[in-house]
């Protein structure tokens, strides 16, 4: 299973765009990444996933370079609503088990 | 979209009792599905790995007697914590996997509380 880093908080501001990044040197050739967002006392909710070059949703894009050891999940001009635990995961249905990393605590200020 | 449920969303109990959590798949079929448990401003902390039919994987240092894990059928698994004490008092999350899928995602339920008196 690929270890994930990601920076433990970061800090923002609404209506900025909020790039988050996170490095996975042991991606195989299998695994997907993906990223899921929590609010307290919730489970991790899906934002986007995917495998190589760049995804677009209606709420991210994920942008993963050619040798895909990192990839950075943006939000565009975020509001007060997107404060939560961001965690990237990395894997593929493969894997038998699914290992969290600590995730990045976003703080939205007004 | 795939829904994943939890019940209770909260429980609290006495010291000494038991407790079962429900984890279901509304609207596909599980093979496999995931028990975590979170303390405050942790991560997940994967418990264990629970599969239609078979036993299931518990991770090192997770008490297989203490937290007993059924998955009787492709839709639902159980998560029993027995003897509960206050130490076990944490936010209980599982997770499915959809057997049709082919990519790596799975489907969250929304959590239960448990708290321990």
């Known amino acids: 299973l690929a270890k994930t880093t990601q920076p433990i908080s970061m800090d923002s501001y609404e209506g900025q765009e909020v790039n988050i990044t996170c490095s996975h040197n042991n991606i195989a050739t299998n695994d997907y990444i993906t990223w899921y967002q929590q609010f307290p006392s919730q489970g991790p909710r899906f934002i986007i996933q995917?495998?190589?070059t760049k995804v677009t949703n209606e709420v991210a894009s994920l942008f993963i370079p050619a040798d895909r050891k990192s990839s950075t999940l943006s939000l565009p001009r975020v509001s007060l609503s997107d404060t939560a635990v961001y965690y990237c995961?990395?894997?593929?249905?493969?894997?038998?088990?699914?290992?969290f990393g600590k995730g990045t605590r976003l703080h939205i200020l007004p | 979209g795939a829904v994943v449920s939890q019940h209770p969303s909260w429980v609290i109990c006495k010291s000494g009792t038991s407790v079962k959590i429900e984890c279901r798949s509304l609207d596909f079929q599980a093979t496999t599905m995931f028990w975590y448990r979170q303390f405050p401003k942790q991560s997940l902390m994967l418990m264990a790995t629970?599969?239609?039919?078979?036993?299931?994987?518990?991770e090192q240092g997770v008490e297989k007697d203490k937290f007993l894990i059924n998955h009787a059928s492709l839709t639902l698994s159980t998560l029993t914590v027995t003897s509960a004490h206050p130490e076990d008092s944490s936010f209980y999350i599982c997770?499915?996997?959809?057997?049709?899928?082919?990519?790596?995602?799975?489907?969250f339920g929304p959590g239960t509380r448990l708290t321990v008196t």
């Open positions: 997770s499915a996997r959809d057997a049709a899928g082919v990519s790596y995602e799975q489907y």
């Open positions: 995961l990395v894997g593929s249905n493969r894997d038998d088990k699914i290992i």
């Open positions: 629970s599969n239609e039919g078979s036993k299931a994987t518990y």
């Open positions: 995917g495998y190589k």
